[in-house]
């Protein structure tokens, strides 16, 4: 059986990824979903990394999932510890050496082509927050009134140096990698996934049905292609 590490994006928590543990250890595998340190200014990928790589202990079956921003962390934690796979869930993909601000300026396919009505809410200690409006518009809009709830009161403020630092990364860690992008995704565009699947990674993209979070709204479609990766 597998060790699953939950890599939580922006604004998140590992809790909104409990859903789906529970039902993966009730399935026989392990899991572990740290908070990251997303509101110290100065914590970074290596920072991130360092805490995912601790909380999944030296089990030597690890399966890394990494959610939307958590997709600059993941590779960084397979040079620190033997890791079997990368699932990089509606994720961001860095490249070695440059930071994800850079990449995203010179490639605007990053972005879906949903034009949001709501932002999110920039605070003077240079974090950002996510109101309740835009949660439901973005993040949760496919989930039920009352997962929604849910998710939205787990939300957290976000820094943001692991954007704007380059990369840590020399090349990206020989690891096998699923990429899975969801088809009705506000945030991330799929066919940019699917491009980055192909042409970075080497591998054909899992399209699935849902928005940016289906851990939140489609745990049960989730945990049954994560046992199937497993």
């Excluded at 949001?116 to 605070?123: C, D, F, I, V, Y």
């Excluded at 860690?173 to 969801?182: E, G, H």
């Amino acid at each position: 059986m597998a060790t699953f590490a939950f890599v939580h994006g922006a604004f998140m928590r590992g809790a909104h990824f409990a859903v789906v543990a529970e039902r993966l250890r009730g399935a026989g595998h392990r899991t572990v979903a740290p908070d990251l340190p997303a509101t110290d200014p100065a914590a970074g990928a290596a920072e991130y990394a360092r805490l995912v790589a601790a909380a999944a202990g030296d089990t030597g079956d690890l399966v890394v999932v990494a959610h939307s921003m958590g997709g600059l962390t993941a590779p960084v934690v397979a040079t620190l510890r033997p890791v079997r796979r990368i699932v990089y869930l509606a994720a961001l993909v860095p490249e070695p050496g440059r930071s994800f601000d850079d990449v995203s300026w010179h490639d605007p396919r990053i972005a879906a082509p949903y034009v949001p009505q709501t932002h999110s809410l920039a605070s003077e200690d240079g974090s950002a927050s996510v109101g309740p409006a835009r949660a439901a518009e973005v993040y949760f809009h496919d989930a039920s009134p009352a997962r929604r709830q849910w998710a939205y009161s787990l939300m957290r403020p976000q820094q943001w140096k692991i954007l704007r630092e380059p990369c840590p990364l020399d090349a990206m860690p020989s690891v096998d990698a699923t990429v899975v992008a969801c088809r009705q995704d506000r945030l991330v565009s799929p066919s940019w996934l699917s491009h980055v699947a192909s042409e970075r990674l080497g591998t054909e993209a899992i399209t699935i049905d849902g928005g940016h979070c289906p851990m939140v709204s489609r745990p049960g479609e989730l945990v049954r292609l994560l046992i199937a990766l497993a």
